[in-house]
């Protein structure tokens, strides 16, 4: 297949590495390959004599013009390519595999291509695996990907419509179940209200979390599809109706006790007759004992191997003061070499917010890795977000320059000031918004842009300076929900 590649004078260098023998390249005669228009390009292969037929012609993803009818001059097919020129010989592997945008550029459509097929990928495995256990219809254990089980704390202690809305953001977030969390002084009543408002507002499985057999004995009669959690102290109470009911529990070790412990009762747990049997071995947090405990799971994935595996990823988590992102993954891959089915996380405080779609990625990364019998990389899906695989090329320090200087005085927009912030996505079960109040209007948006294009379509700005720093306090604001982050204007990011 014949491919070319236009380029600018700036960038030849990098295209050329990057392009190697895949493609023939045309260097136009302006030095930002970006600005390459419809006619420069036309004009460039007829002065070089290249007006040959080439299959595909790859323009700068960042190309603004309309080609369509250079194109049809040409009978070839002219795309975007990536917006950075490194990135070419990546994208020209998927020449006649895929069909490249005009609209679209190259690298934007490979990720969401690559990410499509993977999480695909992810599907089939999980249509075809041989679970251990089905919780109603979602598979736990055996070669099925690791669920995700998300503890909403205190939850017989909340409001009913701040319950409905917590769950929905859970589901929304990616939680494959819902665990409700019982308070010290909760009631069956209690109980049975929130298990209600649960199946109000979500078809997942639903687990009540409590030692107390008064309150485990209500949430079985109102239909809880899962008791976390059971030991000795109330095997003996609860054991009979597990059974007879047919519900899935999470077994643990006796208070302060070990892998023996944890033997006994999955032991006593199956002689009661309970046939969804899950076991914590309980991971111990960072510095109270993490490494016996990981030898503790080991050591019963080894003696089970038919009992799914329960991991309380939040026991690290909460305790470290560490961005969750790279934990919560270095934890789903220990957890998925010991044999894990089910990952447990309360996203309790902020600086765990996120948790639940980061353990749900990084267990569709995890199987993935298992069926190519790989490291978890290059797989389509990722969770890198602080940073980059691949470092864009940076400009060379210039010989003549201007120093920055910051304006000392500041005048007040005439149109009027504009106060920002922002509405995380707790408050919704979507996405979060930017929030911009003018005193004739507040405009509600999620990206910098569409605020600020719409602040001067309604002419609210009408200065420069005003113009530069809103734009510069938006796209803070924009970052801070991606990144769920706080906002506060003028303060350092």
Known sequence: MDILVATGKLAQGTVRKAVGAKAHIIVLDIDIA???????LLETLEKQCLQKHYDIIFVPGLASGDFSKVAQELGSEICLGPKHAYDLGYVLDFVGKIEFSTKVPACELLADVRRKLALEKVEQIETSC???????????????????????VDATGMESNVLEKKILVFVSRGADMIDLGASLNATPDDVERIIRIARKVTTLPISIDTLDPALLIRAIETGVDLVLSL???????????????????????????????????VKKAKELGIQKIIADPVLDPIGHGIASSIVRYHEFHKLFPEIPVFFGAGNVTELLDVDSLGVNATLCGIAGDLGASI????????????SIKELKVASQMMILSTERQSSPKDLGIDLMILKEKRRRTDV??????IEAKERKMWKTDPAGSVRIGIIPDEERT????????????????????????????????????????????????????????????????
């Open 343 to 354: 990952l447990f996380t309360p996203e309790y405080s902020n600086k765990t917010q996120g």
């Open 34 to 40: 970006a600005f390459i228009t419809p006619r420069r």
């Open 430 to 493: 979507d996405e979060g918004l930017i929030v911009a109040e003018h005193e004739n209007s507040t405009i509600l948006g999620t990206t910098a842009r569409a605020v600020l294009d719409t602040l001067m379509d309604m002419k609210l700005v009408s200065t420069l300076e005003h113009a530069g720093y809103l734009g510069r306090e938006l796209k803070k604001a924009e970052i801070a929900l991606k990144f769920n982050r706080s906002y506060a204007q003028d303060d350092e990011f």
């Open 130 to 152: 041989n679970p251990l256990v089905y919780i109603k219809d979602l598979k736990i254990g055996g070669n099925s990907r690791m669920k995700v089980l998300a503890e909403i």
């Open 231 to 265: 030991n000795n102290s109330n095997l003996d109470e609860i054991g009979p109706l597990v059974a007879s009911a047919g519900v899935a529990v999470v077994v643990i070790p006796d208070s302060c006790e070990g892998l023996d412990s944890l033997v006994k009762n």
């Open 396 to 401: 060379n320090f210039p010989t003549k320059y």
